[in-house]
């Protein structure tokens, strides 16, 4: 039985805006994401931990270096919140740093666990005509994925308020990709 194609109902955007406000959304993602180990390298860049935080910054680079090619190529722009993920990111990253390195892990936690979700619902949504973009995102998401796991094997759920500051970060990841979407 075929699956019938989703109706699109008014106000929802054309295929078009929805394949830019993804390219926008993770492109903002991914920028933020690079922001938030910087911070965490300002804290704890001559630690034990330094290793493991520049091995997934530089892969946050390279997921933030395709976005930002498929922003160019595309003629698509940006979100105008960049300043502020800038910003927020930085001090996210070293705000949790500061509280010791089971707090900077579960930052990176509750942070890919809400990309999860946010890159699945992508890969659910995404029509087959933009397969390259699939395949990128479905990448970059076992490699978010695997920052999560490494944050678990650093002790996260052994800082401080785990809980706490878990749903915090993940209700704010998830109104930045809402308003990056959007703004």
């Known amino acids: 039985m075929t699956e019938k194609p989703k109706q699109r109902l008014a106000g929802d955007p054309s295929e078009k805006e929805e394949i830019e406000r993804i390219i926008r959304v993770d492109h903002a993602g991914e920028f933020g994401a690079k922001r938030i180990y910087a911070g965490q390298l300002a804290v704890l860049g001559k630690s034990k931990y330094a290793p493991t ?70 890969l659910d949504r995404l029509p087959e005509s933009e397969n390259q973009l699939k395949q990128s995102i479905a990448e970059f998401r076992a490699e978010e994925l695997e920052h999560r796991d490494i944050g678990l094997e650093h002790d996260a759920e052994q800082a401080p308020g785990y809980e706490v500051m878990s749903f915090f970060i993940k209700r704010g990841s998830k109104l930045a990709i809402w308003l990056s979407e959007r703004v």
Not at 62 to 73: E, G, P, Q, T, V
Not at 84 to 96: E, I, P, S
């Open 53 to 122: 935080i520049q091995h997934m910054a530089e892969q946050e680079e390279k997921h933030l270096n395709y976005f930002s090619d498929a922003i160019s190529d595309r003629g698509i722009r940006p979100t105008a919140l960049l300043p502020v993920w800038h910003a927020a990111g930085f001090a996210l990253g070293a705000a949790t740093a500061l509280m010791g390195p089971k707090a900077a892990m579960a930052c990176t936690v509750a942070v890919e666990e809400a990309i999860d979700e946010h890159y699945q619902s992508q």
